[in-house]
């Protein structure tokens, strides 16, 4: 389950990179090089941390100091881009991603319980199901957004 674990981090850390260029794209952003370079350096970070052997991913039970510690950058990286999707769809009125910082926090409510308290209550990992479901609901928002796309480029 380790490794499992590992790769979780990491692709979670590429999801919300992605989300990140569809927040600059979506609300066409540009300049804000000091948020592009601090949320590019905290999934750096967050990688960096992840791949330390301190981990000990392939342990039964993981440290959960470095547990934590490889989750901070991420939890800002989370904050960030919340903050960030709730300010721009409020202010434009946007109808598709106006409930995507909701899908954020929703994943990373149900995340934090897994990361602090799944050593020692392994029925904690059950909520990973919902946060997935939260990345789920996050993808489908940007799937309504491709087919209106699609549907104003073909009309």
């Known amino acids: 389950?380790?490794?499992?674990?590992?790769?979780?981090?990491?692709?979670?850390?590429?999801?919300?990179?992605?989300?990140?260029?569809?927040?600059?794209?979506?609300?066409?952003?540009?300049?804000?090089?000091?948020?592009?370079?601090?949320?590019?350096a905290l999934a750096i970070l967050r990688i960096i941390l992840c791949l330390l052997p301190q981990n000990q991913w392939l342990a039964y039970r993981q440290p959960l100091l470095f547990g934590i510690l490889h989750n901070i950058p991420f939890a800002i990286m989370g904050v960030v881009i919340l903050v960030?999707?709730?300010?721009?769809?409020?202010?434009?009125?946007?109808?598709?991603?106006?409930?995507?910082?909701?899908?954020?926090?929703?994943?990373?409510?149900?995340?934090?319980?897994?990361?602090?308290?799944?050593?020692?209550?392994?029925?904690?990992?059950?909520?990973?199901?919902?946060?997935?479901?939260?990345y789920v609901w996050s993808v489908s928002m940007g799937w309504q957004l491709y087919r209106e796309t699609q549907n104003k480029i073909n009309i």
Not at 2 to 30: A, H, N
Not at 107 to 132: C, D, R
């Open 1 to 40: 389950m380790g490794i499992g674990k590992l790769i979780t981090s990491i692709t979670m850390t590429v999801f919300y990179l992605i989300l990140f260029d569809v927040w600059r794209e979506r609300y066409q952003i540009s300049g804000r090089k000091n948020l592009t370079r601090s949320i590019w």
């Open 84 to 134: 960030i999707f709730a300010q721009e769809s409020k202010k434009t009125g946007d109808r598709v991603f106006r409930f995507m910082p909701l899908a954020i926090a929703l994943s990373f409510g149900f995340y934090l319980p897994v990361v602090l308290f799944s050593g020692s209550a392994p029925a904690a990992g059950m909520l990973m199901i919902p946060k997935t479901m939260a």
